[in-house]
Nanobody, 121 residues
Framework: QVQLVESGGGLVQPGGSLTLSCVAS????????MGWYRQAPGKQRELVALIASDGTTNYSGSVKGRASISRDNAQNTVSLQMNSLKPEDTAVYYC???????????????WGQGTQVTVSS
């Protein structure tokens, strides 16, 4: 079965940093676009960062300059490094694996269970 398992969340002070990690199993992640999303209470889930299979990255404007996404295809992992954390970064962070395809039966979209990040003094 396919699993995405996040780790690294927790409580951090404003201005601090942390690294989130996601380990994928049951898929060959090298052919997927991997991403991190977050959802704060009462709000829609939003994109934080993406990294495509060719290594191209994309960041939300709210974290640009403060976040870095990376992947290790051999280990089936994707990481998100964040610094200068703000209270508004508080959310549940989710790992995502997406395999786009013009053939509907080949499309795949998987989510992890999420990890809580709380930025507070």
């Amino acid at each position: 079965q396919v699993q995405l398992v996040e780790s690294g969340g927790g409580l951090v002070q404003p201005g601090g940093s942390l690294t989130l990690s996601c380990v994928a199993s049951g898929i060959m992640s090298s052919i997927y676009t991997m991403g991190w999303y977050r959802q704060a209470p009462g709000k829609q889930r939003e994109l934080v960062a993406l990294i495509a299979s060719d290594g191209t990255t994309n960041y939300s404007g709210s974290v640009k300059g403060r976040a870095s996404i990376s992947r290790d295809n051999a280990q089936n992992t994707v990481s998100l490094q964040m610094n200068s954390l703000k209270p508004e970064d508080t959310a549940v962070y989710y790992c995502n694996a997406l395999r786009p395809s013009p053939i509907a039966t080949l499309r795949r979209n998987y989510w992890g269970q999420g990890t809580q990040v709380t930025v507070s003094s």
